[in-house]
């Protein structure tokens, strides 16, 4: 979810739910220790539960960026080993650990010494040829003995050579079986199921079988889907603070448009999570458009969100009359 779930991007998503977590972009383990800490660091307090995904392989480093995420009051440390592109093999880290399950036991290790705060594992069902159940199950057992208890596991396997990032989360046949096999083989360690996930009605399905559900790309592409996450799975029947529709979500997250504007923020950026908030919606082509058009140009400000608004609002009028 790189340049997708930013602080904006999860300010956004909070105003929909208050009871599901949020996990960060994945942050490389250098860049934290070594680069702008408060750009991976800093998130407004209301994004809680919150999650800092962090990639690596060294021990030491990610005990250290633990140290720094627990500090800055983090809720959870995730060690993402699932993310399969070239760039991130040829550093070492991402899918191609599933290869090396003492070594990410080490990393679990280190972290959970560091930090007191829960350390998750982010995984694949397997790499390449070394895609069997069994060689799953050893993973996670090997890794659990280094301190992991909560494993996410995309229910597909990844090729590492051959395929994009984007075909990896396409072309590899979905296993949802093999981690529901996870959880009643190893039924004291939480399993989440992530991978293909579209619906609320999906994840109660899933939530059948295993502890909990992460949604990806769904949630970018079709984020209204999340409004109803407290009432149908966390079954909060009063939700006072829930916005009831798609343009009261607008309108609360306005004000913090106008505060990241006054820090210098671009417009475009504080908007990318929102254009698919009207899917298939009256307007919806001319929310997107309007917003995708206008707020890349420079000193533009929440006026266009709203102008886009009242778009959406006058087609919704025009469609109800006709």
């Not at 939530?207 to 984020?223: K, N, S, W």
Request: charged letters at 25%; one cysteine or more.
């Amino acid at each position: 979810m790189l340049d997708v779930t930013d602080r904006h991007c999860r300010m956004f998503l909070r105003l929909l739910s208050a009871r599901m977590k949020l996990y960060t972009e994945m942050t490389v383990d250098n860049a934290l220790i070594h680069g702008e800490r408060a750009r991976f660091l800093d998130f407004d307090p209301r994004e809680r539960p919150l999650a800092i995904q962090l990639a690596g392989a060294d021990p030491a480093r990610l005990a250290a960026c633990a140290r720094l995420a627990a500090a800055a009051g983090y809720d959870e440390v995730n060690l993402n080993i699932g993310c399969p592109s070239a760039r991130v093999q040829n550093a070492r880290f991402g899918a191609c650990l599933m290869a090396e399950p003492a070594l990410v036991a080490d990393c679990v290790a280190a972290m959970r010494a560091a930090a007191d705060i829960p350390v998750t594992v982010k995984t694949r069902t397997g790499i390449d040829h070394r895609d069997s159940y069994e060689h799953l199950a050893e993973f996670v057992d090997r890794v659990a003995q280094g301190g992991c208890a909560h494993f996410i596991i995309h229910a597909r396997k990844a090729w590492l050579h051959g395929l994009s990032p984007k075909q990896n989360r396409q072309v590899p046949a979905l296993h949802y079986e093999r981690v529901y096999r996870l959880k009643r083989d190893f039924p004291a360690i939480r399993f989440t199921i992530n991978g293909g996930i579209t619906t609320l009605a999906q994840a109660r399905a899933h939530l059948m079988h295993v502890d909990g559900v992460m949604i990806g790309r769904e949630a970018r592409a079709h984020p209204w889907m999340l409004s109803a996450v407290d009432r149908e799975i966390f079954d909060a029947r009063i939700q006072p603070d829930a916005p009831p529709t798609r343009a009261a979500v607008v309108r609360a997250y306005l004000p913090y448009i106008e505060r990241q504007l006054a820090r210098g923020v671009y417009l475009r950026r504080l908007t990318r999570p929102l254009l698919g908030l009207f899917r298939g919606q009256p307007g919806a082509r001319h929310w997107r458009r309007h917003l995708s058009e206008h707020a890349p140009k420079r000193g533009t400000g929440a006026e266009v969100v709203c102008e886009a608004l009242r778009l959406v609002e006058e087609n919704a009028r025009r469609v109800a009359v006709e």
